[in-house]
């Protein structure tokens, strides 16, 4: 049983560490489409949506060189958003669904990643939860200030709201001697909860699509 | 008499740094306010103005987990900050005389500490001052590119030159072989002086508040 | 002979350093001028331009203190660039395709600084190229976000292109078993050629300077 949920636990967290990615890459992607940029302005802006969050944190905790320079996995995938997103960028548009499913995905999953890697430096309760956050929402804030835009965090609360209760959830589920494997379920679970409930009954989509028509 | 120098010095630099922490962090929490941001932008923008030059400068110099990572002080003096600029802006806002003198010992305090980390680490004294200087005024620059603005630094030079000329002074005393704590405290005043002078004179008030009044 | 190339390839190096780090650095203040900045200002955005890349990468992969703070060269020159541009900016436009020729070789020898500093740590090629890239065309990145600007490199994809392509080149001649020494300069060359070869039939001028005698 120990081992099955190991062999979960650990790919699990990878598939979802690898939709998440794709995901926030093409949100990126997207956005740089339809501000008409040029291939490379699409690329560099995935890249940052998908790394910048977590880049931020290896640099805040001393994690050198940071993790995605480490192995290629997250340039494959951002590489394949960018190219995904510029050839079917009008079919992806028309499944929000999918990829804000699979941002929500990297919401939940990024934000109980930073706390853990906060965790293992020692870090105090406040500041894991920080780190979490920072994880998950920095990226979107680095594509804003690219985009020249005021970042959609500051008039949309709930991203940085879900994950700064998904990070309290943690520590309660831990506080209370839940088992890792379903700390770390229950958590994200909460997150992609909260965001597909604030979405679903008071915006019906995510604003950065609705923002991509507009333009 | 040395025993309270001591006392002085380490009790004064722990004060002032909390009230320099307190007077950042109102800024960009009222920086948000004026533009109707939610509370979480006000949050995070309290952070980023109050946070951002320690953390550049300590991740320029290798100082990780960087300062705020460490103990919670940082945390609880922003968030007790944006709380109190939420609450009570207007109230702020007919004392902005307070919070500007806050603002300047902030100033002073943050070249000299970011000084002194650099002479720690036996770099120049051009870089020293550098370093100071980035220390005092790169949070204030994030604020601004949050804010989608052009930093407020490229249009009001005084922010920049008294952290020069502070640090200048700094190492002109030093030279002359002044006491450790003589040398901080004239220089931190000489900051806090050429700040309040050039407000005084030339703008009456400073231009971060009077931009809020006209958002 | 292996001793004259060696004395010209270190000789060459630090020539061309110092040659790229004085033309990033006129681009940046030119920009800020061109905005009517303070002096003030217009440091800030010269030293920006010129160490911004290299910056970046130095905390990508953990070397730290990050170069420019080691030693006073690079402070040196940024300074004497930001002055010569607010002394002499109307005659640096009369001649700028000497400065665009400097560009082009700053843009060249960063990148191949970048990749040697990645090859060092043990990188992939795919994450070097990245590095070399990312040294030649972030500080122009940080200077169009301080400017409040999307960055050029979303609408002029010529410098990631070029910058890549020369790294994809570099691997080739490595791969290929030719000399570091010609690896190095051949890559640089290929850099410089694509720059100039663009601007001079697409463009007639790069763009920075035309966008200069618009505002």
């Known amino acids: 049983m120990i081992e099955i949920i190991k062999w979960a636990n650990d790919n699990l967290l990878f598939s979802m560490d690898i939709l998440g990615t794709f995901a926030f890459a093409c949100s990126g992607a997207l956005a740089g489409i339809?501000?008409?940029?040029d291939p490379v302005g699409v690329v560099v802006l995935a890249f940052v949506t998908a790394i910048g969050g977590g880049t931020l944190r290896d640099i805040l905790i001393g994690n050198f060189p940071v993790?995605?320079?480490?192995?290629?996995?997250?340039?494959?995938?951002?590489?394949?958003?960018a190219l995904v997103s510029m050839l079917g960028g009008k079919w992806l548009q028309k499944i929000p669904y999918i990829l804000f499913i699979f941002d929500a995905i990297g919401l939940g999953l990024f934000t109980t990643y930073g706390i853990e890697l906060g965790l293992d430096r020692g870090l105090s309760?406040?500041?894991?939860?920080?780190?979490?956050?920072?994880?998950?929402?920095?990226?979107?804030?680095?594509?804003?200030?690219?985009?020249?835009?005021?970042?959609?965090?500051?008039?949309?609360?709930?991203?940085v709201m879900a994950c700064v209760a998904g990070g309290v959830f943690y520590f309660a589920l831990d506080f209370m001697g839940v088992h890792l494997f379903w700390t770390r379920v229950l958590s994200m679970l909460l997150i992609i909860f909260i965001r597909i409930i604030v979405v679903r009954y008071h915006l019906s989509l995510p604003k950065f699509y609705l923002k991509s028509k507009r333009n």
């Open 34 to 37: 339809s501000k008409r940029f």
């Open 67 to 81: 993790l995605w320079l480490k192995n290629d996995t997250a340039i494959i995938v951002i590489s394949i958003a």
């Open 125 to 159: 309760i406040e500041i894991c939860i920080a780190l979490g956050t920072i994880t998950a929402c920095f990226g979107g804030v680095i594509r804003d200030v690219l985009l020249n835009t005021v970042p959609l965090i500051f008039h949309k609360e709930i991203y």
